[in-house]
């Protein structure tokens, strides 16, 4: 699963867009995965704050014995709340859920607050969460701190975003002969050619550790963006 909340830092940059959607198409050259992404975002600001919401697909992965079809979908979709329109502190309540290829994804309820850094032409963003999660049938009390951050450079030509998720969730990974964990983490680096207002392209790794399997990982994607 992805957890990519760029369309907030892209509002941010290019203030004058009032709500902003985009489309990302991703190949996953990490081992044993050779499949393709689809990333679908929406991203819309209101007086009263802000509503955010991704849908992600994986299409068809032989290494997961999905030879045709999905072996992946998950969405997650978020509010976040304001009365001033010069607030950086806001709260917010977030819902995940999803299925893959092994079986369903928890679902999951967060409630917490977020607050921004930015500079003046908000070329660099970086907004921080701290959040209470709900994951049901496992953890009625858990927690997960985020991180997202953007940075565009060279006339907006080039921009450097991302998230960084720290959460905990008790894992049982005995099947595959492994340690059980209490702690999960992923971050989502990616690196943007903005070739014009609505197109494009770059790379994203996925790092972590304890998510899709046991220890850490890093997965690297070649990807385009096409931005409504």
């Known amino acids: 699963m992805k957890r990519i909340l760029f369309s907030l830092i892209a509002i941010m940059a290019f203030g004058a867009v009032a709500t902003a959607q985009n489309l990302q198409t991703h190949y996953d050259f990490g081992k044993d995965r050779k499949m393709i992404t689809t990333t679908l975002e929406m991203f819309k600001p209101d ?34 709340f304001k009365w001033s329109e010069t607030q950086k502190f806001e709260p917010r309540v977030e819902f995940n859920s999803g299925r893959a290829y092994f079986g369903p994804i928890e679902n999951c309820w967060l409630a917490g607050a977020q607050y921004t850094f930015n500079n003046a032409d908000f070329s660099r963003v970086l907004t921080v969460q701290a959040n209470y999660k709900n994951i049901k049938d496992k ?27 720290f959460w905990k969730e008790d894992m049982d990974w005995s099947f595959f002969g492994d340690e059980n964990t209490e702690f999960r983490f992923l971050t989502e680096p990616q690196i943007w050619y903005n070739a014009c207002e609505n197109f494009s ?28």
């Open 201 to 228: 392209f770059g790379s994203e790794i996925e790092i972590s550790s304890n998510f899709a399997q046991n220890g850490f990982q890093v997965n690297p994607t070649l990807a385009v963006k096409w931005t409504f």
């Open 139 to 165: 953890h009625d009390a858990s927690f997960q701190l985020t991180a997202v951050w953007g940075v565009h450079f060279m006339d907006r030509k080039f921009s450097f975003t991302g998230f960084a998720d």
């Open 47 to 80: 007086k009263y704050g802000s509503t955010f919401f991704f849908v992600d697909m994986d299409y068809s992965s032989d290494s997961r014995d999905v030879d045709n079809g999905l072996s992946l979908a998950y969405w997650e979709i978020a509010r976040s």
